[in-house]
Structure formats: C-alpha cells, structure tokens
C-alpha cells in the first residue's frame, strides 16, 4: 500500500495532483516483479555500455506502441520527434504523438492513460519534473520503456554534460571577445538556474567569464518563460540600463528572442557574439547568414538522439539489454561544419547505423532490461562529477 501523503511530501506534488495519482492505481494490473520499486536513488557511476549483454524476457501484456509525451514546441523537442517517429518505422512500431503545452497535468493524464491501455513504451518530458515523476514511475513498474531527457526516473534517461556543454559554448565566446572585442565585453547571460539539472551549464560560463578581468555580467536572469518570446521580454528590460551589450549566452530559444530585441531597439551589431544551445534551426539559419550576431549554437541533435531513444524501445520490447544512462554530446556548430551536421539531421538511421558517426554525438552507460528494470535511474544522473 503506497503511502501517498508522504510521497507527495517528498516531491513537494500538490494534493490534488496526490489524490490523483493515487485514484489511478486501483484496478490498475501491471506484470511488475517488484511493484513500486524506487529505482536506484542513489548518485551512482555507471560502467560503458555493453551492447554484448544478455537478453532477458520480453515485457508480456505491453502493446508495441512508442508514445511521445512532448512538452511543448521547441525546436528542440520536434527534433526528438523527429527521430522517435523515423525509429519507429524502422521498427515496426505504431507511433503517436501527444502535445501538452507546458501543462504538467495533462503530461500526468497521458501517461496514466497510456500505462491503462497497456502502451510498451514512452519517451516524456515535462516543465514540472518533480510532479510528474510519479507517474513515470508507474509506467515503469507496469514494464513499459519510458525515456526521458534530463530528469528521471527513466529506464533510459539522456543527458548532456551540462558543464562541458556550457564550456563549449563559453570558449567559442572568449575566444570572439579576445579575437574581435580586445578583450572586453559585456555580457548578458540568460540562464534556466531553475532547472538544477540545467545549473551546470550556466556555472561553466561564469567560470570562464569571471576570469577575464575585460569583462562584466551585466544580466545574469532567467527567462520566464523559456522561449523565445520570453528571451525578447528579458533582453527588452536589461537593455533600458545597458544597451549596449556584446555578448549574449544561453539556451537557443531565448538568446533568438534576445536577438530579436537588439534589433528592435537598433542595437545589433556584426561584432557581437550571440550564442545558444540546442543547435535549432533559426540560431543554424542565422549561423549560415556569415554577418549576424548569432555566432555559434551547440548542438544536442536531437533527431540523433531521438532516433537512437526509438531504436532502445524496441529493443526493450524484444527483450534486449539497452543501456541506462547515455550522454548527448554537445558540438559546436559554426559556418564550417553546418553541411554534415545537416545530413546527419536528416538521415539519423545512418548515423545510429555506424558507430563511429554515432559516437560523435552519443555515449552510453550501464545495462538494463524487462528482468532488471528495478535498476531504473532516479536520480540526476550525469557522467560529470562535478
């Protein structure tokens, strides 16, 4: 018998989302070996991946079905879908999309609702991780694959290493303001600090940044909400006491959005740096422009990821030992190599395919399968030890 107070005590989940979790469970079967199993909640270091492992048993009961709870409409996010919806195919398995809008109880619904019809396998995001963790946790216990990015629980969670990923971007930024602004600068740095999994990216840039006796942090906020549209209100309000600003830093969505700010207020420039995170088409297009501000994007590439999550839900459902953990390899994207990052976007079977392109972009970790899925991560997992 769960106790549900005391869970929602835990993840701060409000009462009514409790109560509702709670209705769900009764008449709910599932062919779990260990019901309400919390996973491994402990920080842990996983070995590589073996892609030799064992087979166990096929989930039995499970529809094969790949269901993608997507939280909103980011490029970044319709770039999963992109290849979740291609992996499908390639194996056989119906595919279905839902779209929440930023609506974490609607996320919780649809996952309830998938876990009843038995659905074999989902990859679910959410902007409310802590609310919506429970219910992945059910799709888990009832056998089901569940992916997600970033937070957990997951039989398979993705994520960057977020440090590394803010230091890329931050090195490309020194290197611009040494080269091309004498050393001086001032920054604006719009952050998602909220989202503690997140926090390490926007460390790496204060670090690389507070070294630089030339430059200042002029902005140092995030966003609400993260999207462009949020981007362009922020960066409206820092450039009414700073408006003149060389360098903007942050994810994709929000730096575009401040961009379209400085140009409103006629305060672009071709000297500045503006750049992002997640590699979406509108920072790649102004990329390819050659005299816009937005200079680099570090790609997360999506669809790779994406096709390579569909591809481990099949082999969930046949049986087959899939890793764990897995890494998004952040890439610089710049001028020079848009051309085969491009074609890799568009045919990430062929990157998956061959393992020497794949690792270019992906890393894994750990195994797990149908017969050990107790071994679920639930905690933040990331490579990084910092």
Request: glycine share 8%; net charge negative; proline share 6%.
């Amino acid at each position: 018998m769960f106790d549900w107070k005391s869970i929602g005590r835990q993840y701060r989940v409000a009462p009514t989302i409790v109560l509702l979790l709670a209705a769900t469970t009764v008449g709910l079967n599932c062919a779990c070996a260990e019901e309400g199993a919390p996973g491994i909640t402990q920080r842990t270091v996983f070995p590589a991946f073996d892609a030799q492992a064992p087979a166990c048993n096929a989930p039995t009961g499970l529809k094969k079905v790949l269901t993608y709870v997507q939280e909103n409409h980011r490029d970044f996010l319709q770039g999963v879908d992109q290849g979740l919806s291609m992996a499908a195919k390639n194996r056989g398995m119906d595919y279905r999309r839902v779209l929440v809008e930023n609506d974490v109880g609607k996320a919780i619904a649809e996952v309830q609702s998938l876990v009843a019809a038995k659905a074999g396998a989902m990859v679910a995001t959410s902007p409310d991780p802590a609310a919506f963790s429970l219910a992945l946790q059910r799709a888990i216990w009832s056998g089901a694959f569940v992916g997600t990015i970033v937070p957990p629980p997951a039989t398979l969670i993705l994520n960057a290493p977020q440090y590394r990923t803010g230091k890329v971007l931050t090195d490309a930024a020194i290197k611009h303001i040494n080269n091309e602004l004498d050393g001086k600068a001032k920054v604006v740095l719009l952050t998602q600090d909220t989202m503690e999994f997140l926090a390490p990216r926007f460390a790496a840039m204060r670090d690389g940044l507070n070294a630089m006796p030339g430059v200042t942090i002029v902005a140092d906020i995030a966003p609400k909400p993260v999207t462009k549209e949020g981007g362009f209100a922020t960066m409206q309000t820092i450039l009414v006491a700073n408006p003149d600003v060389d360098v903007v830093l942050g994810g994709d969505a929000v730096v575009l959005g401040a961009l379209q700010a400085l140009r409103a207020a006629g305060k672009d420039r071709p000297d500045q740096f503006l750049g992002g995170i997640d590699g979406e088409p509108e920072a790649v297009a102004e990329i390819r422009k050659g005299n816009s501000p937005y200079k680099v994007s570090i790609s997360l590439a999506s669809p790779v990821f994406g096709y390579a999550m569909g591809e481990f839900a099949a082999d969930w459902l046949e049986g087959k030992s899939i890793p764990q953990a897995m890494d998004i390899l952040p890439i610089a994207l710049t001028s020079a190599n848009l051309a085969q990052y491009e074609a890799d976007l568009l045919d990430p079977a062929s990157v998956y395919a061959d393992p020497i392109r794949r690792a270019a972009y992906l890393k894994m970790y750990g195994n797990i399968c149908y017969d050990t899925r107790d071994r679920y991560v639930n905690f933040p997992w990331s490579s990084e030890q910092r």
